[in-house]
């Protein structure tokens, strides 16, 4: 054989040789994979705790290595797959493949950089005798390089998302990374929020939060009236002052307070806008600041945040953390029985009456089961029962029966970034809020039932329309007199009951996507002996601009016990919410739930646009053209037509 047939056989051999080992190495590192993640879904079906986060770790990391080395060695690949990607069938995965490639691995080693910031907790039950809270601001501190790579790892990931189409995916690997997808924000936010964490904790110098107290059976625009405020201190993980009282205590008439929303003073003939009622507008983050503002207006005290709570939020915690020992309270107090016990400790004692000093008293409880379940959470020791209250605390946040707001500029920013700072958020689609604000001082928001009911007009691809109904019903007993004034003992006693049997004074508001126009406004007129202004209310529905770039149309709603009512309103919709695809029609739609709402039932109803059939997302069968169900979280509609 010649040289140089000996050589073009000896590189051929070579190339063979280079290329099978190639190809065996991306076997080794798929299968390593395949196992590794196979391994991760057995340690996450155990018992939460330590040695479900010491069977995750290794694998995890090792499942992350395997991942990174895929996409590099694939990636002489991807010019390739991209050229293929006109071929029937498997063309269109090949062509996703990087991106694929880009968006799990990013995933992967986010999750591991996390895990190896936190992983220090877990994996000793005597870590030291520095208490929990502590420990973690410690660790968290200490690591903040792996949160900064986990952060830049998600970036990443949502770059290579932005090309990615998860509907190609098939069976339940397609229907867990789309479930993940509707979290990205959340995940992004997250990550940030956690290298944000030693600041808020007072890990470099103190930090102050106002606490709020919401109450949602008198519903007001971010949850409910503001029963309480509170003082909370946190230094090095470490809380320093804690404090409640009744937020009547705080009102300082000589601060100069402003004058007041204009429906406060209409129908409440409120001369001042006091802290209590500072919760006004249903943009969280606007809200917080008029409440920090009147809060340091009334007291001289300046505070780095916001923390607002209902009721719910109480449940869930408590379900979380366990039943806690109240001193007042004949039993420990549970989430079974927290809202009986707080309604019981409220009420004047038969004998006592309504009297002065029971006024003065009569929110005491909330300092004592503040304090009862602030012990208990800086008692834990326990990483894994510590994770179950901070994700029932995230449960609470995300259904917005806790609020937050830091003065923080990072940590409001992952806020926002995560979804979780309350804002109204229109987005660039259509939009949907309704916002009610009792102004009637009682308790009616218990015994009202609420629904919407959406139709969208899209027959007309230039004149898109909406009309809405929203149907009210009060369960309170009917015999109730509308009577609109303060008063205690009207029917059932000096009882907290007794305020949820009233006729309900609701200033009522909906919010619509921006540069939307009233064409009809249908609310039921309201008689001046209803009113304590002696004013009677017509029934017209305002229009305004309001948070968000949204606009705003409003009434008022008197609803006797054991009646219903319905308001109904037509508006003609900004053309940009229906927006031309590829074969036709993309609508989108944003529904966003008041805080304080446990659930809002809600209907949709769409006519798609002429000439068009509505392609049904998943969930809905063909032919569907509407969608009920409950409101617990913000809803997301995408809606094609073609």
């Not at 390089?145 to 970036?155: E, I, K, P, T």
């Not at 009236?225 to 993980?237: A, C």
């Not at 008029?290 to 009334?298: E, P, V």
């Not at 126009?517 to 002696?534: D, F, I």
Request: net charge negative; charged share 20%; hydrophobic share 45%.
């Amino acid at each position: 054989m010649n040289p140089p047939n000996r050589l073009r056989r000896n590189l051929i051999v070579a190339i063979l040789i280079l290329g099978g080992g190639w190809l065996g190495v991306l076997a080794w590192h798929a299968a390593g994979l395949y196992a590794n993640l196979r391994s991760l879904q057995t340690a996450a079906e155990g018992e939460p705790g330590r040695a479900q986060v010491a069977q995750a770790a290794a694998p995890l990391h090792s499942a992350a290595r395997h991942a990174q080395a895929l996409r590099w060695g694939l990636a002489p690949l991807f010019p390739a797959f991209d050229l293929l990607e006109w071929l029937p069938g498997a063309g269109k995965y090949l062509g996703q493949a990087e991106e694929m490639l880009i968006y799990g691995s990013g995933l992967l080693q986010a999750a591991d950089e996390a895990m190896q910031g936190l992983g220090p907790l877990f994996a000793d039950s005597s870590a030291g005798d520095a208490p929990l809270a502590r420990r973690v601001v410690s660790a968290l501190a200490k690591n903040r390089a792996h949160f900064a790579a986990a952060s830049a790892a998600v970036a990443g990931a949502a770059q290579a998302r932005r090309e990615l189409d998860l509907n190609l995916l098939p069976g339940r690997a397609g229907e867990r990374l789309r479930a993940l997808d509707a979290r990205f924000p959340l995940l992004q936010g997250g990550l940030s929020l956690l290298a944000a964490l030693p600041e808020l904790a007072g890990a470099a110098s103190p930090r102050t939060y106002l606490i709020v107290a919401q109450n949602h059976d008198e519903l007001r625009a971010t949850g409910g009236f503001i029963s309480s405020f509170g003082l909370l201190e946190v230094q090095g993980g470490s809380i320093t002052r804690f404090e409640m009282q009744d937020s009547y205590a705080v009102d300082n008439f000589a601060a100069g307070y402003p004058p007041p929303p204009g429906p406060i003073a209409e129908y409440m003939l409120a001369g001042y806008w006091v802290p209590r009622d500072a919760n006004w507008s249903p943009d969280f983050p606007t809200a917080a600041r008029d409440i920090m503002s009147l809060y340091t207006a009334s007291t001289g005290m300046r505070v780095d945040g916001v923390i607002a709570f209902d009721q719910t939020a109480l449940e869930q915690i408590l379900e979380a953390l366990g039943p806690v020992s109240v001193p007042s309270a004949n039993e420990p107090v549970s989430a079974g029985n927290v809202i009986a016990w707080m309604q019981r400790a409220w009420a004047p004692g038969e004998a006592e009456g309504v009297t002065d000093e029971w006024w003065e008293r009569r929110k005491d409880f909330m300092g004592e089961l503040g304090t009862a379940i602030k012990d208990r959470l800086m008692s834990l020791d326990d990483p894994a029962a510590a994770g179950q209250a901070a994700f029932a605390a995230l449960q609470s946040v995300q259904a917005g029966h806790i609020l937050l707001h830091f003065e923080e500029p990072a940590a409001q920013s992952a806020l926002a970034q995560a979804g979780l700072d309350g804002a109204v958020r229109p987005g660039a689609g259509d939009f949907l809020m309704l916002v009610d604000s009792n102004v009637g001082f009682n308790k009616a928001d218990a015994s009202i039932v609420r629904s919407i009911e959406y139709r969208i007009d899209l027959s007309d691809p230039q004149n898109p329309r909406a009309a809405v109904t929203l149907a009210y019903f009060n369960n309170a007993a009917p015999q109730i007199v509308c009577k609109h004034a303060a008063e205690y003992g009207q029917t059932f006693g000096n009882t907290y009951y007794d305020l949820t049997q009233r006729c309900y004074w609701d200033y009522w508001r909906l919010l619509a996507a921006g540069d939307s126009r009233l064409t009809a406004g249908q609310a039921e007129s309201v008689p001046a002996e209803r009113l304590l202004s002696g004013r009677a209310y017509s029934g017209q529905v305002s229009q305004t601009s309001a948070e968000g770039g949204t606009t705003e149309f409003a009434g008022l709603l008197v609803l006797p016990g054991g009646q219903s009512q319905a308001v109904r309103l037509e508006w003609q919709l900004p053309r940009r919410v229906l927006r031309q695809s590829g074969r036709g029609y993309a609508y989108d739609l944003r529904v966003q739930k008041q805080p304080g709402l446990s659930s809002v039932q809600f209907g949709l109803t769409v006519i798609p646009p002429a000439g068009t059939a509505l392609q049904p997302p998943s969930g809905w069968q063909p032919g569907q053209r509407g969608w009920k169900g409950s409101l617990d979280e913000p809803l997301e509609f995408h809606l094609e037509f073609r």
